[in-house]
């Protein structure tokens, strides 16, 4: 079995904060969510017909999206675990770390026509522990490497005691089961769906809910890292601060422009933030390897500037001969969009911070000549990637 760099990474950034590390998610975890739209536009999608991708194409997207090696770690449902991780063996020599979503809580049920997201979330697990880890309700000792051994289980705090002590229970019952069961899990904290009161300030509640669900929390019960909505740079600076033993990441939220997810990547990342989950924003992206590994240069600082991440993401499609869906002036505005699964987003005059940057925040290569992006092929720039990788993690 081949060392995972979420292991690594995560171990170099808990003994240094500052080391530049950054993990990166690929959340293909949408069929517990949105049913027959979950994967995707097909390519035959034509306005209001509705013709979407079938579940093979979304699980071979995941294929594609683990062997072009620039995640670290592949957010499925438990049926996709099955087939991939168990089935298939997909990751056994990959660096990439299978997850399973471990619990559906009812903010993220998206059935046309239905009004779950409108009302209070409530807790609710579709799969189990066991199933991710071997497919089946009742794992031999031996059979739990089969799976996925990391987990996803999500809250969602209405600022309602009922509602919330029962998010908390939910959450609770699962981490003394993922204890004793040697399974490791991630928190993701949405912001409220539906508030039964108001809330002044956003940002400092969910980090306050934060703070006071992990605190009764032993070390062997907490979560390896958090997924957060990004609230801006006072948030995730206070929610970093809080405790350094905590790894803060960032849930992408609803498409909206490409600038959008390489500006909000490229911030939170500036205020402290270590790990970035993108679902949606990678999914409905025209070209998803190419997508990926602009995040992939943001993150790691091989690109500084998110304006100039969208011209070369551009100059991909370009050679690639993709059509971009927006003309590239349009896709460096800043839009209004949604962190709740149930959110839309849609473009607002909020021109970006770019500038007419150059190339010079790209990081050096092995012989010292820093990488020309704009000007690589797609196979240059996933060649070029997979040789950082080999540098840091081994053959």
């Given at each position: 079995?081949?060392?995972?760099?979420?292991?690594?990474?995560?171990?170099?950034?808990?003994?240094?904060?500052?080391?530049?590390?950054?993990?990166?998610?690929?959340?293909?975890?949408?069929?517990?969510?949105?049913?027959?739209?979950?994967?995707?536009?097909?390519?035959?999608?034509?306005?209001?017909?509705?013709?979407?991708?079938?579940?093979?194409?979304?699980?071979?997207?995941?294929?594609?999206?683990?062997?072009?090696?620039?995640?670290?770690?592949?957010?499925?449902?438990?049926?996709?675990?099955?087939?991939?991780?168990?089935?298939?063996?997909?990751?056994?020599?990959?660096?990439?770390?299978?997850?399973?979503?471990?619990?559906?809580?009812?903010?993220?049920?998206?059935?046309?026509?239905?009004?779950?997201?409108?009302?209070?979330?409530?807790?609710?697990?579709?799969?189990?522990?066991?199933?991710?880890?071997?497919?089946?309700?009742?794992?031999?000792?031996?059979?739990?490497?089969?799976?996925?051994?990391?987990?996803?289980?999500?809250?969602?705090?209405?600022?309602?005691?009922?509602?919330?002590?029962?998010?908390?229970?939910?959450?609770?019952?699962?981490?003394?089961?993922?204890?004793?069961?040697?399974?490791?899990?991630?928190?993701?904290?949405?912001?409220?769906?539906?508030?039964?009161?108001?809330?002044?300030?956003?940002?400092?509640?969910?980090?306050?809910?934060?703070?006071?669900?992990?605190?009764?929390?032993?070390?062997?019960?907490?979560?390896?890292?958090?997924?957060?909505?990004?609230?801006?740079?006072?948030?995730?600076?206070?929610?970093?601060?809080y405790d350094r033993n905590l790894v803060v990441g960032i849930l992408g939220g609803?498409?909206?422009?490409?600038?959008?997810?390489?500006?909000?990547?490229?911030?939170?990342?500036?205020?402290?933030?270590?790990?970035?989950?993108?679902?949606?924003?990678?999914?409905?992206?025209?070209?998803?390897?190419?997508?990926?590994?602009?995040?992939?240069?943001?993150?790691?600082?091989?690109?500084?500037?998110?304006?100039?991440?969208?011209?070369?993401?551009?100059?991909?499609?370009?050679?690639?001969?993709?059509?971009?869906?927006?003309?590239?002036?349009?896709?460096?505005?800043?839009?209004?969009?949604?962190?709740?699964?149930?959110?839309?987003?849609?473009?607002?005059?909020?021109?970006?911070?770019?500038?007419?940057?150059?190339?010079?925040?790209?990081?050096?290569?092995?012989?010292?000549?820093?990488?020309?992006?704009?000007?690589?092929?797609?196979?240059?720039?996933?060649?070029?990637?997979?040789?950082?990788?080999?540098?840091?993690?081994?053959?």
């Amino acid at each position: 079995m081949k060392a995972k760099s979420l292991d690594i990474k995560l171990a170099k950034i808990l003994s240094d904060p500052s080391c530049g590390e950054f993990l990166l998610a690929d959340a293909k975890d949408a069929d517990m969510a949105g049913g027959m739209a979950a994967p995707g536009k097909s390519p035959e999608h034509h306005a209001q017909e509705g013709h979407f991708r079938s579940l093979q194409q979304y699980r071979e997207l995941i294929r594609q999206n683990v062997r072009g090696g620039l995640v670290d770690i592949m957010l499925m449902s438990s049926s996709s675990n099955e087939v991939l991780t168990i089935g298939e063996r997909l990751f056994d020599e990959s660096h990439v770390t299978p997850a399973i979503r471990a619990n559906d809580t009812t903010d993220i049920w998206l059935a046309r026509g239905g009004q779950y997201t409108t009302q209070p979330a409530r807790p609710f697990r579709s799969t189990t522990i066991d199933h991710g880890m071997c497919g089946k309700a009742d794992c031999d000792p031996a059979e739990r490497g089969l799976g996925a051994d990391l987990g996803l289980f999500s809250v969602t705090y209405n600022n309602d005691t009922q509602l919330d002590a029962a998010m908390l229970r939910s959450y609770k019952e699962f981490r003394l089961e993922a204890e004793q069961k040697s399974f490791r899990h991630f928190l993701e904290v949405f912001p409220p769906n539906a508030p039964q009161a108001a809330i002044a300030d956003l940002g400092q509640f969910i980090n306050d809910n934060i703070a006071r669900t992990l605190a009764g929390v032993a070390g062997s019960g907490r979560p390896l890292f958090l997924k957060v909505p990004y609230n801006g740079p006072a948030a995730m600076e206070q929610l970093v601060s809080y405790d350094r033993n905590l790894v803060v990441g960032i849930l992408g939220g609803s498409s909206g422009t490409t600038f959008d997810a390489f500006h909000q990547l490229y911030e939170a990342k500036k205020y402290g933030a270590r790990v970035a989950l993108y679902g949606r924003m990678i999914n409905n992206s025209e070209h998803q390897a190419s997508f990926i590994e602009h995040l992939r240069f943001l993150a790691d600082g091989e690109i500084t500037d998110p304006a100039e991440a969208v011209r070369s993401y551009h100059a991909a499609l370009q050679k690639l001969n993709i059509a971009p869906y927006r003309a590239i002036d349009e896709d460096l505005v800043q839009s209004m969009r949604q962190s709740a699964y149930g959110g839309s987003s849609k473009t607002a005059s909020v021109p970006s911070r770019a500038g007419n940057s150059d190339k010079s925040g790209a990081a050096e290569s092995a012989d010292g000549k820093s990488p020309d992006f704009a000007n690589m092929t797609a196979q240059e720039k996933l060649a070029w990637n997979r040789r950082r990788l080999d540098r840091m993690l081994g053959d």
